[in-house]
């Protein structure tokens, strides 16, 4: 497996010199002359940070691209073998994680896939960054195929967080066929806006007072049902 980027080409690694476990060829041993700091990200992630070696004969070539930093943040992200030390397998990008106005984190990259699965799906976008709850965008492959939103309900997503691509709006695909987070975003704007905008309203409107509440009527009102 041979992981690099843009600006620093592959990355050094390290191979067994016996035969590589056939389940474990996705993962990636960094050497350590590469420099590279795997730093806590969220929930069993860990951020990929390539960090300035003193000896010159280590070379690292995003240095030589940028001269003038220490370290650079990669923003990818990987997830540590569960039972090989210093193995990883890549787990997506910094970027692509969501997080909720309360503060939670969340990786929509397996939702996404588990519905891309799905063979009249042709995309799907987790959305919902600074909302208090996820949405799904999804574009199918045909209209005929809109019973997929019962799927979502297993995903745990409120069918009314859930949204369909028009026709005449594809979703923006990237040369390597992935979704373009931010320009669907964008196209969508208005009608994902609209949903959350009515969510809000509920969460935020004001609570229900129970301080004049029977409480003890409510018990024998409950029991007697």
């Known amino acids: 497996m041979i992981i ?9 690694a390290v191979f067994p010199t016996d035969k590589w476990p056939s389940d474990d ?6 050497h350590p ?11 069993n992630r860990y951020e990929a940070v390539l960090i300035r070696n003193s000896d010159p004969e280590k070379v690292q070539p995003i240095f030589s691209v940028f001269p003038s930093l220490n370290e650079w943040e990669t923003h990818d992200l990987y997830a540590p073998h569960p039972s090989i030390p210093d193995l990883w ?4 990008r910094s970027d692509d994680i969501i997080v909720l106005l309360t503060g939670e984190k969340t990786n929509p990259l397996s939702m996404e896939q588990q519905m891309s699965h799905h063979h009249e799906v042709r995309a799907a976008l987790v959305i919902g960054a600074h909302r208090f709850q996820t ?15 019962e799927r979502a309900k297993a995903i745990e997503l409120a069918k009314s967080h859930v949204f ?7 979703m923006g695909i990237s040369g390597k066929g992935m979704v373009q987070r931010q320009p669907t975003l964008d196209l969508y704007a208005k009608e994902i806006d609209n949903p959350y905008a ?14 004049t509440l029977d409480i003890e ?3 024998i009102d409950i029991i007697d049902r």
């Open 4 to 12: 690099g980027s843009t600006e620093s080409g592959a990355y050094p």
């Open 25 to 30: 060829w996705k993962c990636l041993h960094f």
């Open 33 to 43: 002359n590469a420099g590279i700091e795997l730093r806590p990200h969220s929930e």
């Open 89 to 92: 397998l890549c787990s997506g």
């Open 135 to 149: 949405a799904l965008l999804i574009e199918l492959v045909s209209l005929q195929a809109l019973s997929t939103v």
């Open 164 to 170: 369909f691509t028009s026709p005449d709006k594809p």
């Open 198 to 211: 009515d969510a809000d309203i509920i969460l935020t409107s004001n609570p229900l007072d129970i301080s």
């Open 217 to 219: 009527k409510c018990e």
